[in-house]
């Protein structure tokens, strides 16, 4: 009896081991420098209460256009401690102008409606949406006043959330869009990451990585 307990047991053991390693090995499916880069210093999130997720983006990026409804649908699978933070990536004037146009829209409160009207002017239309005017009139086309527009795309509250996205994205070290920034620490590409949806995947691992952080 006791023999063949022990060669049962005998035979079970690389099975145990086997069951093991997966497991071990699945917590660390990502590594930094490779997967991902560490931002250091880190960058400033807006709730530091919960774990901010950033994209960058540029509605002129084609790449960013096709990664819309994944993306969409990815944030409806956030829990609450999550926060996303969309944020526009401004390497020259004309970047300048688009990231001043979702600001605007943000302000004014109509930034479901504007976000992908503006992806699809420029990317679908082949609209170059290159001065205020222009951006002016796609506003008033989805129903915004005028002189409501007017207002916020020079006020001081959008031109001062344009430089701290400029100062977010030369701060994470963004070289091109889109791209994702996790809790001001992390930045996740499409070149490391494999694929738009690899670089989902490794997001959702660096958000249990911090939430597994602030429980300990």
Not at 170 to 199: C, D, E, F, W
Request: hydrophobic share 45%; glycine share 6%; aromatic share 10%.
């Amino acid at each position: 009896m006791i023999k063949r307990l022990l060669l049962s047991l005998t035979l079970l053991a690389p099975l145990a081991l086997w069951v093991v390693a997966p497991s071990a090995a699945a917590q660390e499916e990502y590594v930094e420098g490779k997967d991902y880069e560490l931002i250091t210093p880190a960058v400033r999130t807006a709730d530091p209460d919960k774990i901010e997720v950033a994209e960058f983006f540029w509605y002129g990026c084609g790449h960013c256009y096709t990664f819309e409804p994944v993306l969409n649908q990815w944030k409806k699978t956030l829990p609450e401690d999550v926060d996303f933070q969309g944020s526009p990536a401004i390497w020259n004037a004309k970047m300048e102008i688009h990231a001043r146009a979702f600001y605007t829209a943000k302000l004014l409160g109509v930034l479901d409606t504007m976000h992908p009207v503006i992806f699809q002017a420029m990317n679908v239309d082949r609209k170059r949406l290159s001065s205020e005017e222009e951006i002016k009139e796609l506003f008033t086309a989805n129903g915004v006043a005028a002189e409501d527009f007017d207002k916020a795309f020079n006020s001081f509250g959008v031109s001062s959330q344009v430089r701290q996205a400029n100062s977010r994205a030369r701060a994470a070290k963004i070289t091109g869009t889109p791209a994702l920034m996790v809790n001001g620490k992390y930045h996740v590409s499409t070149r490391q990451a494999g694929s738009q949806a690899g670089m989902l995947k490794v997001a959702d691992y660096l958000i249990a990585k911090e939430r597994e952080a602030r429980g300990s």
